[in-house]
Every structure is written in C-alpha cells, then in structure tokens.
C-alpha cells in the first residue's frame, strides 16, 4: 500500500489488554514488574504516577504493538526496555527504538513509525504503523 511517492507501510501491530491483569502482575511484583518492561527514561516518568498499574498498562500494550510492527514478537533480541514510548510537548506518544529493536527498525528499510494509544477503565488498545 502506498501513501505517496516512496512511503509504504513495512509493519503493521495491533494490542489491546485488560487493565486488571496488568493490575494484578503489579500487586504481585511492583517495581520489579515496572523495571522489566520500561526504559531507564520511562522510568523516571513512572515513578511520578499516580496510578502506576495503568501507566505500565499502557506501556505493556503499546509495546506490544509495537513488536508486532517490526514482525518479531519480543524474540530476535527485541526486549520491552529497548522500546520507549515518550512524548511531545503536545502529549502525542513517540516510538524511540534503542539496541537491537532499532537493528529491526533498519533492516525493514523503516523511516518512521506512528503509535496511537487509547484507554478506557477497562482496556488498553495500541496501534502501531512502520513506513518504510
């Protein structure tokens, strides 16, 4: 599918995920849980929630998405703390990519990536598109 000259999408991911079982891996394993899946960046941000189980909720879902995007799962060296997801000034969620998940990134021919994360009390649901 093409978007305009050269651009096409490269990786496509989709997740959704019920905040409870997010809510009860953190009641088990609280920071630990945090620091498995977040970046060092990711968190300092953390540590500033208030609700710390849905802010991991968020995060563990848009990874997801995001490792689906690059075809890998969280296998070829891929790793949930390799994939950051920060933001603008204007609160839009960006994807920045460290170690091998960047490695991935490249070798797809990728130039961008967009997310979009949306949440209810609920669920979580993260849409990741990778233009190549």
Do not use: W
Request: proline content about 1%.
């Amino acid at each position: 599918m093409k978007l305009g000259g050269d651009v096409s999408i490269v990786g496509l991911g989709v997740d959704l995920i019920n905040v409870d079982r997010i809510r009860k891996i953190f009641l088990i394993y609280r920071n630990k849980f945090a620091r498995k899946i977040l970046s060092d960046k990711e968190m300092k941000e953390y540590e500033n929630q208030k609700d710390k189980a849905g802010f991991l909720a968020k995060r563990f879902c848009a990874k997801e998405a995001i490792s689906k995007a690059l075809g890998t799962g969280f296998k070829m060296g891929v790793h949930f703390n390799q994939l950051e997801i920060l933001h603008e000034k204007t609160g839009k969620p960006f994807i920045n990519l460290l170690g091998d998940s960047r490695s991935r990134f490249k070798f797809l021919g990728a130039r961008n990536a967009e997310i979009s994360i949306t949440d209810d009390r609920e669920y979580v649901c993260s849409v990741v598109i990778v233009e190549g």
